[in-house]
């Protein structure tokens, strides 16, 4: 429950050093039109540093109130920024991005802080992604054009692409600012006004791009930040009779719930989901490559990525020798403080799923396979875990076909091509999965087999806001990214007019 808070006014910035006791940690309040705003109901939740356990910041709970305020807002500034010029919404965007960049430093620390994640691996990855997107839809912003479609000789047929209308975009904590940003950048390009509902463990770096947004030139109310449970802000907005479009990333339990709930005014719904992607390894591979790109596949992140490689399939003549050395790699890895520059992988981002990995882990042992490196917790205080690699493990197994969500990689023998495909395919997951062949015909051949709406060939889990992004089954609907988000977040309109 809230205890008796100071005035924002007096508090420090959200980067600021960890303060004593909650009653004098940071507030941070909604962000709805231009105005921050209190919870009506007076709550708040209070956020962790998940590598010391150290509560940080006080973050407002919204409720069904403020989601209905947030739509009302959205859709009263949906008029003008939709009827902007969209040349001049592009201009406005590459002043938001311009704004990132000088603020980088700032959220680089934030998320880093939120989420535990490395610091170096934010600078390096996350913001330049960010920021990239940012700039690539704003670029887009006035190439957003129908056709005209000569239909018949006594007409003129043609269609334009008008924004979907207000869009509630919700996101997860493993990539908080970049998933985000794949969400707001091109709903905002296409004209569209949005309403983010960021995961309540790490809220802080929506807020504070919900700020700078408006620094950039932003209309009040074009984007507005709800922060709060996903029960309680998330189930409100995909029921708002005022939201015209759901974009979701999370788990395909929440993205299940979210297709049900859009139907009542048959919302769009876009919904990025799990994964257990496979990295398939010939005998035949630059092994060195392909072990250095499997480790950082699965370990990246702390394995908390939808596309982490977390099923390593080695062929048979080489298993034993992949094994050795993806063991060799995960001991190797540096793990502790993520704002250390020697480490190289932060804590998991909450308790619930530390206990979630160390659960799989110990199922992973009961199941038959072996744990060759890793496999426990590491240290009493912050959720870090050993990066574990299991050998010896079945494709039938539930640490084969269930996504864990941290550093946890199973490794699994095949004999030949026909078997990788097998095995590779036979999860209810088709996000991503990696080939590893020198020989050419073949990884085109495997390419072309595999489930998957991405494929990686002697490389792996690399991204780009240019390239389609998504799954089917249990990794989603749909795709983001590239022009595909602007169909996402426009509807095509029909004009006929008569030549008669
Ligand atoms: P989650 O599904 O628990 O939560 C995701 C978001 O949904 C959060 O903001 C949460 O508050 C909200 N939410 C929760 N319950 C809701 C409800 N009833 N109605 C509306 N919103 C609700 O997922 P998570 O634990 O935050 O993220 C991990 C999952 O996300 C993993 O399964 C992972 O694979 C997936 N993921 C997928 C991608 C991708 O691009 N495909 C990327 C990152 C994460």
Known sequence: MPSPLPP????????????????????????????????????????????????????????????????????????????????????????????????????????????????????????????????YYAGWADKIHGDVIPARPDALTYTVREPVGVVAAIVPWNFPLMIGMWKIAPALACGCTVIVKPAEITPLSALRVGELALEAGLPPGVLNIVTGKGSVVGDALVGHPGIDKVTFTGSPGVGRGIMQGAAGNFKRVTLELGGKSANLIFADADLDAAVRAAASGIFFNAGQVCSAGSRILAQRAIYDEMVERLAARANAIRVGDPASPETTMGPLVSKAQLKTVLDYIEIGKQEGA????????????????????????????????????????????????????????????????????????????????????????????????????????????????????????????TVWLSLR
């Open 370 to 493: 072996s744990a060759v490196a890793g496999g426990m917790r590491v240290g009493e205080r912050g959720y870090f875990v050993a990066p574990t690699v299991f050998a010896n493990v079945a494709h039938e197994m539930r640490i084969s076909q269930e996504e864990i969500f941290g550093p946890v990689a199973a490794v699994i023998p095949f004999d030949d091509e026909a078997d990788a495909i097998r095995i590779a395919n036979g999860t209810a997951f088709s996000l991503a999965a990696g080939v590893w062949s020198a020989d050419i015909g073949r990884v085109h051949r495997v390419a072309g087999e595999l489930k998957a709406g991405t494929v990686w060939i002697n490389t792996y889990g690399y991204t780009d806001v240019r390239l389609p992004w998504g799954g089917a089954g249990d990794s989603g609907l749909g795709r983001e990214h590239g022009d595909a988000a602007l169909q996402n977040f426009t509807e095509p309109k």
């Open 8 to 135: 924002t006014s007096s508090l420090p910035s959200p980067n600021s050093p960890i303060w004593p006791n909650s009653s004098s940690l940071p507030r941070h309040d909604l962000l709805i039109g231009a105005e921050r705003i209190a919870p009506m109901s007076g709550t708040y939740s209070t956020d962790i540093d998940p590598a010391t356990e150290t509560p940080i910041a006080l973050v407002a709970q919204g409720g069904a109130a403020e989601v209905d305020l947030a739509v009302q807002t959205a859709r009263r500034a949906l008029k003008g920024w939709s009827r902007m010029r969209a040349a001049e919404r592009g201009r406005i965007l590459q002043r938001f991005a311009d704004l990132l960049e000088a603020h980088r430093d700032e959220l680089v620390a934030l998320e880093s802080l939120d989420a535990g994640k490395p610091l170096a691996a934010v600078r390096r990855q996350d913001l330049p992604a960010v920021i990239d997107t940012v700039r």
